[in-house]
């Protein structure tokens, strides 16, 4: 996941060893959201997300949990307060509204900007925590906003709605080998996961690029797995590897399961793509610098970049002189390994 390869290995073992023994803090706080993050932890078993944090750091506190309750929380959160220096997750939005969100008589927002001062790597997971996310959906009476906005910190920044756990546990693994901060995206997403759009990593990719398209839930088209674009799919304009991390233990994600993406890894979201089964007005063709192709013409127009890429390519390796030099050979006539992946 880490983009580290085998020789990787060892260093991530080393790192999970020093962290078994020193079992560095991590404290999560739960602001405005469903707690639906800390479920999708819970239930994880591959990557054993659960194990990592409740095992290998030491989760001091997490109210939805924990067993204990009342006073004795209250003191084991002063404790980890007071020696500092613990990761520190936040699920939820903030909101910035008086009397909006408040736990035991004191503001959401006092609340992150004490923890968030003492700790030494801040993650915002899921939506609520990086955007608001639903929470913050039109008219957000409380005017709910993200971590980095709400509390002024650069916390890492893991969107989806909820958290892919995988990308969690992968991002506490980074920074236990690294002790840095990811590189991250200019909206604060390690790049390593955010780097390409949900679009270009998509198993019906073919289809779209062959203008092959659902049009109606309970058709052929949709039997025969066809792209989602027409039925509002927003993966051509949201950022995230969810076709690779899948969810549910890795078995599926959505547009795998048959619905279309919703963009819910995108700032401003849920805002931002409300109509969740609208199309999108028009997408990017890539091979034609920054054409875009309206819903009824991508088959066309990603047809035409093809053909320009191929005639692109013939007419450079024409160029190189390469169809006249090379002969004829019995290889020639078989397909490579090369040409079954393109
Ligand atoms: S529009 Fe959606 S379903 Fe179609 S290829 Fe792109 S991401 Fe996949
Ligand atoms: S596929 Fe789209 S809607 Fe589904 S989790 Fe990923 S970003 Fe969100």
């Known amino acids: 996941m880490l983009g580290l390869g085998a020789a990787g290995i060892p260093r991530i073992a080393d790192a999970l060893e020093t962290a078994a023994r020193q079992r560095p803090s991590v404290v999560w706080l739960n602001f405005a959201s469903d707690t639906g993050c800390t479920e999708a932890l819970i239930k994880a078993t591959y990557p054993n997300a659960a194990q990592l944090i409740l095992d290998i750091l030491s989760l001091d506190y997490n109210e939805t949990i924990m067993a204990a309750a009342g006073t004795q929380v209250e003191e084991i959160l002063e404790g980890a307060l007071k020696r500092g220096d613990y990761i520190l997750i936040i699920e939820g939005g903030i909101p910035m509204k008086k009397g909006y969100g408040m736990i035991a008589r004191r503001e959401m927002l006092d609340i992150g900007k004490e923890f968030a001062a003492k700790a030494k790597a801040v993650i915002a997971v899921g939506s609520c925590a990086t955007w608001g996310g639903v929470p913050a959906g039109d008219p957000n009476p409380a005017s709910i906003r993200g971590v980095r906005d709400a509390l002024g910190v650069d916390a890492i920044n893991l ?184």
Request: positive net charge; aromatic residues 8%; charged residues 25%.
């Open 159 to 342: 969107d989806l709605c909820p958290v892919n756990e995988g990308i969690l546990v992968a991002t506490i693994v980074d920074f236990l080998v690294t002790q840095r901060i990811p590189e991250m995206d200019n909206h604060g997403r390690p790049k390593i996961f955010y780097g390409q759009t949900i679009h270009d990593q998509c198993e019906r990719r073919g289809h779209f690029n062959a203008g092959r398209f659902v049009e109606r839930f309970g058709s052929r088209e949709e039997e025969l797995g066809y792209c989602l674009y027409k039925m509002g799919c927003k993966g051509p304009d949201t950022y995230a590897n969810c076709s690779k991390m899948r969810y549910n233990d890795r078995v599926s994600w959505c547009i795998g399961a048959g619905a279309p993406c919703i963009g819910c890894g995108e700032p401003e979201w849920v805002d931002k793509f409300a109509g969740f089964y609208e199309r999108l007005p028009g997408v990017k063709v890539p091979g034609l610098g920054g054409v875009e192709a309206g819903a009824d013409k991508i088959g066309v127009v990603a047809g035409v970049a093809t053909v320009a890429g191929i005639a692109a390519h013939a007419i450079g390796t024409a160029r190189k002189g390469r169809f006249k030099k090379e002969p004829p050979s019995e290889k020639a006539d078989k397909p490579s390994d090369t040409g079954k992946a393109r």
